[in-house]
């Protein structure tokens, strides 16, 4: 076997000493850490876990300061460990290279890391191991790292209940709303008038969130600011460039890692939820019975709004 083919198929580490050059950085590693989550963008692999085992490598800068035995001055395994549980945490996945992508930016975010090697394999969807190995450097993406876990926005959520969705004042609700500095996002429930019923309770759950879709297509017809999100890179794009967001349930509920405790069809539930999921500054209730939530929560009502 040569050198290359056997770096392909060796442990990171190998690729990281055969890349070193004349002056190798130190390294740290985690070898074969095992977990078990719900990931992947099959149908069969929804509703299960399987078990994904990882081998990390990072090579990190020398300290000017000598470590001294103190655990404070070096980059620790639990950094590394930690970033694999906060990325398995954050939400479902379909793809290994998007969780791999994420802990290398979350491991580079470290401020000693400087390379890192991160080998992901699913263990238990055919005979051997499929996997997918990545090398990210702080040089060839420093502004990604950085980006990436910049101090979050916090949103108002607020919930219009049917009668605020068909309200002739809501021209002059989403003027106040754009002109208050925060960024906003609509939440909505179940549109009125019958929709298809299911005998088997999942596929009942995403007829009713495709439901609440509609409502929110609806709404973004009666206003042009109202723009349709169904993804948190969206979200996030949008809070930070001040457009109005119409939440789409759907992807954000069904790939929780924790999904909400909430039935799908009590939408302000559902819209307590995520206003502590966005870590919202305050869920803002119209038409409708305000909520428990873990964030602060005002009721309007129609004929003021919020």
Same mark, same amino acid.
């Given at each position: 076997?040569?050198?290359?083919?056997?770096?392909?198929?060796?442990?990171?580490? %190998?690729?990281?000493?055969?890349?070193?050059? =004349?002056?190798?950085? =130190?390294?740290?590693?985690?070898?074969?850490?095992?977990?078990?989550?719900?990931?992947?963008?099959?149908?069969?692999?929804?509703?299960?876990?399987?078990?994904? @085992?990882?081998?990390?490598?990072?090579?990190?800068?020398?300290?000017?300061?000598?470590?001294?035995?103190?655990?404070? @001055?070096?980059?620790?395994? =639990?950094?590394?460990?930690?970033?694999?549980?906060?990325?398995?945490?954050?939400?479902?996945?379909?793809?290994?290279?998007?969780?791999?992508? @994420?802990? %290398?930016?979350?491991?580079?975010?470290?401020?000693?890391?400087?390379?890192?090697?991160?080998?992901?394999?699913?263990?238990?969807?055919?005979?051997?191991?499929?996997?997918?190995?990545?090398?990210?450097?702080?040089?060839?993406?420093?502004?990604?790292?950085?980006?990436?876990?910049?101090?979050?926005?916090?949103?108002?959520?607020?919930?219009?209940?049917?009668?605020?969705? &068909?309200?002739?004042?809501?021209?002059?609700?989403?003027?106040?709303?754009?002109?208050?500095?925060?960024?906003?996002?609509?939440?909505?429930?179940?549109?009125?008038?019958?929709?298809?019923?299911?005998?088997?309770?999942?596929?009942?759950?995403?007829?009713?969130?495709?439901?609440?879709?509609?409502?929110?297509?609806?709404?973004?017809?009666?206003?042009?600011?109202?723009?349709? &999100?169904?993804?948190?890179?969206?979200?996030?794009?949008?809070?930070?460039?001040?457009?109005?967001?119409?939440?789409?349930?759907?992807?954000?509920?069904?790939?929780?890692?924790?999904?909400?405790?909430?039935?799908?069809?009590?939408?302000?539930?559902?819209?307590?939820?995520?206003?502590?999921?966005?870590?919202? @500054?305050?869920?803002?209730?119209?038409? %409708?019975?305000?909520?428990?939530?873990?964030?602060?929560?005002?009721? %309007?009502?129609?004929?003021?709004?919020?």
């Amino acid at each position: 076997m040569s050198d290359r083919i056997s770096q392909a198929f060796g442990h990171p580490l %190998a690729r990281a000493v055969a890349l070193s050059g =004349d002056d190798p950085l =130190d390294r740290i590693s985690v070898r074969d850490h095992v977990t078990e989550v719900e990931i992947g963008a099959f149908q069969s692999e929804r509703g299960a876990t399987q078990r994904l @085992r990882f081998n990390i490598v990072v090579e990190v800068a020398r300290s000017d300061a000598p470590a001294e035995d103190d655990v404070d @001055r070096i980059l620790s395994y =639990d950094k590394v460990t930690e970033a694999i549980a906060t990325e398995l945490h954050a939400e479902r996945l379909n793809l290994l290279e998007t969780l791999a992508e @994420r802990i %290398a930016l979350r491991v580079l975010h470290e401020p000693l890391a400087v390379r890192v090697y991160v080998r992901i394999e699913k263990l238990d969807r055919g005979p051997g191991a499929l996997g997918v190995e990545i090398v990210r450097s702080r040089d060839d993406a420093p502004l990604a790292a950085e980006e990436a876990y910049e101090e979050g926005l916090h949103p108002v959520v607020v919930h219009l209940g049917p009668e605020a969705v &068909v309200s002739p004042e809501l021209t002059g609700w989403l003027d106040r709303l754009a002109a208050g500095g925060a960024p906003v996002i609509l939440t909505l429930g179940l549109p009125d008038g019958a929709r298809p019923r299911s005998a088997a309770r999942l596929a009942q759950r995403r007829i009713d969130l495709l439901a609440i879709e509609q409502n929110a297509w609806v709404l973004a017809g009666r206003d042009a600011r109202c723009v349709v &999100v169904n993804t948190r890179t969206e979200l996030d794009w949008a809070m930070k460039h001040g457009q109005i967001s119409v939440w789409a349930p759907s992807k954000i509920v069904l790939d929780a890692v924790e999904g909400p405790g909430a039935a799908v069809h009590d939408p302000v539930a559902l819209a307590a939820w995520f206003a502590g999921l966005m870590d919202a @500054r305050e869920l803002v209730v119209v038409g %409708a019975e305000p909520p428990e939530a873990p964030v602060p929560v005002r009721a %309007a009502a129609v004929e003021a709004g919020p």
